[in-house]
């Protein structure tokens, strides 16, 4: 029943079912709106929250300063940096180091300005349980900001690495060189890893597991929860002796199995090409590399 006021005429009623019905009906649409925004977060949501880098290992016959460049124009917005680069072709008897004085440091930060590229990780660097040379490497870590230490620390300075991932806020990645390193065994970095700060986890090299004839998306499953990083790499082949890398997707990684697994963990890290071969001239291979990652990674996300 519609409630009448004292002197309402015979059309108030129907006006007042009027506009009921159109304030529904507004309703309505607006929360289909709410609906078709919230699916769209949702699906952004989906989409994984990876990024792409090089390690600049890649272009280790250049100069860091034209590695730099190099990822630029194979349109690769980050770089993994390792210890002991030559800097630039003007100055090749200086290297970038956790070593450096804070002059080449920034150097380093005018150059990374200069052409867009954003610094993320740094290694594969020694620590150790000689807290001071270890915090050497933190100290360089927050000057540079870099979010991750790809490291092979040995087993008995975990104690040390860990305090001073938490006090830093910076994560330490696991590396995992082929056999006989130490770390080629994914249950050797669950071991090392278990009841340690979420900052310690794994860098998941899949071509050195392939090197090791682990079977990567295997690996990568039993490291859920705990991979931080990876050295992306695929390969021709699995083992030894005549493997070496391809452009991702070519090879025996089973490349973007290994990115579906990784988008179902939820993992959120970086990528890191490590393309070792082809020394020279490989710029258009890690393009290639490039484009593919970012084709699947949209695939997946939709």
Not at 158 to 169: I, P, R
Not at 193 to 201: A, P
């Amino acid at each position: 029943m519609i409630e009448r006021h004292p002197g309402t005429s015979c059309c108030r009623p129907w006006f007042g079912a009027a506009a009921l019905a159109l304030t529904l009906a507004a309703l309505a649409i607006f929360g289909a709106g709410k609906i078709l925004q919230q699916r769209g977060a949702s699906a952004a949501a989906a989409k994984p929250q990876w990024k792409l880098a090089v390690q600049t290992y890649t272009f280790n016959r250049f100069t860091l300063f034209e590695a730099i460049e190099k990822a630029k124009a194979a349109g690769i917005k980050y770089i993994e940096a390792y210890p002991g680069q030559r800097l630039s072709p003007d100055e090749r008897d200086v290297s970038f180091s956790h070593d450096s004085p804070l002059s080449v440091l920034a150097k380093v930060k005018v150059k990374l300005e200069k052409e867009g590229i954003g610094l993320l990780n740094y290694g594969v660097v020694g620590l150790s349980k000689d807290e001071a040379a270890s915090r050497k490497v933190f100290d360089f870590a927050k000057v540079m900001g870099i979010e991750t230490i790809v490291s092979e620390p040995p087993f008995d300075a975990f104690d040390v690495v860990e305090k001073l991932a938490e006090e830093y806020s910076v994560n330490v990645a696991l590396h995992n060189h082929p056999k006989p390193s130490p770390y080629w065994d994914p249950d050797t970095v669950l071991k090392q890893v278990e009841g340690r700060s979420k900052r310690i986890g794994a860098c998941a090299d899949t071509g050195h597991w392939m090197r090791s004839d682990v079977r990567p998306l295997d690996a990568i499953r039993k490291l859920k929860g705990r991979i931080i990083s990876s050295h992306f790499k695929d390969l021709n082949k699995m083992g030894r002796p005549g493997e070496h890398d391809v452009i991702w997707g070519t090879g025996q990684a089973e490349a973007r199995k290994i990115l579906e697994e990784l988008h179902a963990q939820g993992f959120s890290g970086v990528f890191s090409i490590e393309y070792e071969h082809n020394w020279e001239n490989s710029l258009p291979d890690v393009k290639a590399c490039a484009e593919w990652f970012y084709k699947v990674t949209e695939e997946i996300g939709k």
